[in-house]
């Protein structure tokens, strides 16, 4: 079973930079949509940013959009979350998820069958 491993995040200050990673256990898997969720503690998990693989589009929250960037390098095969311009209310953890069926590359997360580990991401004022 192929897994998502996630790395990155930490803590940085109001302004600051982070990026995420997430690396497919299993080389070479054809996944149609990858992307980014996070759940802040009391809510629910949303998406952030999600990307088709084929298409190369790409989608965005509008709260994140302009800031964070979502890319995908097919050399390792990992994708990215770069974070720029980091917020207080970015303080979340961070999931990577992605699909090899699902055509529409939302934000649903029921959508997406494959999931990393979290991260936690946190912006201090």
């Known amino acids: 079973q192929v897994q998502l491993v996630q790395s990155g995040g930490g803590s940085v200050q109001t302004g600051g930079s982070l990026r995420l990673s997430c690396a497919a256990s299993i080389y070479g898997v054809r996944w149609n949509c990858m992307g980014w969720f996070r759940q802040a503690p009391g809510k629910e998990r949303q998406g952030v940013a999600t990307m088709n693989i084929g298409a190369e589009h790409t989608y965005y929250a509008d709260s994140v959009a302009g800031r964070f960037t979502i890319s995908r390098d097919s050399a390792n095969d990992t994708l990215y979350l770069q974070m720029n311009s980091l917020k207080p209310e970015d303080t979340a953890v961070y999931y990577c998820?992605?699909?090899?069926?699902?055509?529409?590359?939302?934000?649903?997360?029921?959508?997406?069958?494959?999931w990393g580990q979290g991260t936690q991401v946190t912006v201090s004022s």
């Open positions: 998820a992605a699909d090899r069926r699902l055509l529409g590359c939302g934000f649903d997360t029921y959508e997406y069958n494959y």
